[in-house]
C-alpha cells in the first residue's frame, strides 16, 4: 500500500460552501417558516444527539480519541458546559476544538447589518432592537454559515481586554456622537462570535487582569466595556486549550476562571501505532510517494521518543514530529528523482536517517544528553525499524535475501542511488512478492520504487537482526560483505 495526499485539502475548519443559503429574507418569512430561537448550546446539543443516534461522524478529522477524549467531550457538550482542552503540544487540542463547528446548523438567519449577528426574533444589541422596533417583520435578515461562526485568538501576553470585549471606537466618536452613546462602541472578538463558538488557544499565557475579563462571559454571559451601562447577553460556546506545564508553572489559569469553565478534558497522543499512522497518513503533505511501512518506522520513531527518558517528557513529542519526518522523507525522494533521473519517486528507509538533523529542533532532551541528541535519535529510529520489521515480516521465510550475500556479494544503496540500481544489484529473489503482499502493496501497481523500498527494508531488517553485515562507507549504505 502506498499512502500520497495531494498539499491542497481544504482543513477541517475552512470547508467550501457548496450548498445555497434559504431562500428566506425577512422576519416574516422565518415567522412563516415556524423559526425558533435556539441558544448555540442548544443547537448543538441537538446536534449532537441527532448524529449519534444516526450514528454519523460527529468530529471529522479526529484520530485516536474515540475511546478516551471524546465520550468526555460530548458528555460536556450535552451538558451545556464550556472547555478547557488540557493537553501536551501537537497532541490535536485546536483541530478538536475547530471540529466543533461540524455540530452547528449548516445556516443561521440573523439581522442584516448587524455587528454581533444578532438573532432576527430576540436581539440583544441595541442597534438589532431599535431595527427590530422600527421594521417589525419587515426586518431584512441575512444568513451566516456555519463555518463563520467560528472565532479564534491565540493567548498571547499583550493580548487587551479591549481585544476580547470591546473599547470605545474613536472614529464613531469623531463623527458627532457622544461617548455616552452606545453606538460609539467598537466591539471586541468575543461579541462579535455571539451565537457561535470562540476558541482561546493556550489560555495559560492570557494575563491574569485579562482573564478576569472573562468572568462574567462565562458566569452572567454578558460583557462590560468601559463602564458603559450596557448589558450584552452573549449566546456563544467558549473552548479553551491549555498545555500542562504552563498550567502550572509559565502561566496559569487563574482559580475563579477555571471554577466557571464546565468540564476540563485531557487530551493525549496515539495510544496505538495504527492510529499515529492514520493521523500521519490524514496530516502529512507529501510530495513522493511513502509506503507504508515507512510511515509505520516513523509512528514507532515518535512512540519511542515519548517513552525515552533521554527526552523531557514535560514538553513532549508532537504529532507534528512524526508528520513533518514523513514529508521530509518524500522530500528526500522527490530530490533524489531529480537528481538521478528516476521516475516515480519513493520513499526508502534509507531516507529516514538523513531526515533526523532536521527533527533535532523538535526534541528537548534531558539534561545531561548535551552532545549525544542526535546519537538517541539514531538509536531509537534503528529500534523503530526493527520493530516494524518484526511486526510486518514475522515468520516470513527470508532464506533468499540471505543466501544472496552467502558468497561476500554486497549491495550497495543510499539516498542518491536509484530504485533500478537497487534491484539491479540485488537480482531475482524469490520471496519479493510475498513481502510487497505483506507491505500492503498491490501486486497490480508494484513499481520499481516500490520493490526497492521493500527489499531495502528488508535488508536493513535482516541487519537489525543480526542477520546480515552492514556499512557505512562515504555516505552509502554497503548491506553483505
Known amino acids: 500500500m502506498i499512502y500520497a495526499r495531494a498539499p491542497d485539502v481544504p482543513a477541517t475548519y475552512c470547508r467550501r460552501v457548496t450548498s445555497t443559503a434559504p431562500d428566506l429574507g425577512t422576519v416574516r418569512d422565518l415567522r412563516t417558516q415556524g423559526y425558533r430561537t435556539r441558544s ?52 490535536g487540542k485546536t483541530r ?41 417583520d419587515a426586518l431584512a435578515i441575512s444568513w451566516r454559515h456555519r463555518d463563520q461562526r467560528y472565532g479564534e485568538k491565540l493567548a498571547t501576553p499583550d493580548t487587551s481586554v479591549g481585544d476580547l470585549i470591546g473599547d470605545i471606537d474613536p472614529t464613531k466618536v469623531a463623527q458627532g456622537r457622544t461617548l455616552g452613546d452606545l453606538d460609539t462602541i467598537h466591539y471586541g472578538l468575543l461579541p462579535r462570535a455571539n451565537r457561535g ?86 496530516e502529512a503533505a507529501v510530495v513522493a510517494a511513502v509506503p507504508v511501512h515507512v510511515v509505520e518506522v516513523v509512528a514507532r520513531f515518535a512512540a519511542a521518543l515519548r517513552e525515552s527518558a533521554a527526552v523531557d517528557q514535560r514538553s513532549g513529542i508532537s504529532a507534528r514530529f512524526a508528520i513533518a519526518a514523513v514529508e521530509a522523507a518524500s522530500a528526500s525522494a522527490l530530490r533524489r528523482s531529480a537528481l538521478v533521473g528516476e521516475a516515480g519517486p519513493v520513499a526508502r528507509i534509507t531516507d529516514l536517517p538523513d531526515v533526523v538533523p532536521t527533527l533535532r ?84 501497481t508494484i513499481s520499481p520504487g516500490q520493490a526497492a523500498a521493500a527489499v531495502e527494508f528488508v535488508l536493513e531488517g535482516l541487519h537489525l537482526t543480526r542477520r546480515l553485515a552492514k556499512d557505512e562507507i562515504d555516505g552509502r549504505t554497503v548491506y553483505g560483505g
Open 197 to 282: 463558538i470562540f476558541a482561546i488557544n493556550e489560555l495559560p499565557d492570557l494575563a491574569e487582569r485579562i482573564q478576569v475579563a472573562l468572568f462574567n462571559v462565562l458566569e452572567e454571559r454578558d460583557v462590560q466595556i468601559r463602564g458603559y451601562a450596557l448589558r450584552l447577553p452573549l449566546d456563544l460556546l467558549l473552548v479553551s486549550s491549555a498545555n500542562p506545564e504552563d498550567y502550572t508553572n509559565r502561566g496559569r489559569i487563574i482559580t475563579p476562571l477555571k471554577d466557571r469553565f464546565g468540564a476540563e478534558i485531557r487530551t493525549h497522543y496515539p495510544l496505538d501505532v495504527h492510529d499515529e499512522v492514520t493521523l500521519i497518513t490524514q
Open 361 to 444: 529542533g523538535k526534541v528537548e532532551f534531558e539534561m545531561g544528553e548535551e552532545g549525544r541528541e542526535e546519537e538517541v535519535l539514531h538509536h531509537l529510529l534503528r529500534l523503530a525499524t526493527a520493530e516494524t520489521f518484526r511486526a510486518r515480516l514475522a515468520g516470513l521465510d527470508l532464506t533468499a535475501f540471505t543466501e544472496h550475500f552467502a558468497e561476500d556479494q554486497t549491495l550497495e544503496t543510499g539516498v542518491l542511488v536509484a530504485a533500478a540500481d537497487v534491484l539491479e544489484q540485488m537480482g531475482t529473489v524469490s520471496g519479493l512478492a510475498t513481502v510487497l503482499d505483506r507491505l500492503g502493496v498491490e501486486e497490480e
Open 96 to 136: 478538536l476544538m475547530r471540529a466543533l463547528v461540524s455540530l452547528l446548523d449548516e445556516w443561521q438567519p440573523c439581522i442584516s447589518g448587524s455587528e454581533i449577528f444578532d438573532d432576527p426574533l430576540e436581539p440583544v444589541s441595541v442597534h438589532g432592537r431599535r431595527l427590530l422596533a422600527e421594521h417589525s
Open 40 to 91: 448555540v448550546k442548544q443547537e448543538i446539543r441537538q446536534n449532537l444527539v441527532s448524529a449519534l443516534r444516526g450514528g454519523r461522524t460527529r468530529f471529522p478529522g479526529i484520530v485516536g480519541f474515540n475511546d478516551t477524549v471524546l465520550p468526555e467531550l460530548e458528555r460536556a457538550l450535552l451538558a451545556g458546559h464550556d472547555i478547557v482542552l488540557l493537553g501536551e503540544r501537537g497532541q
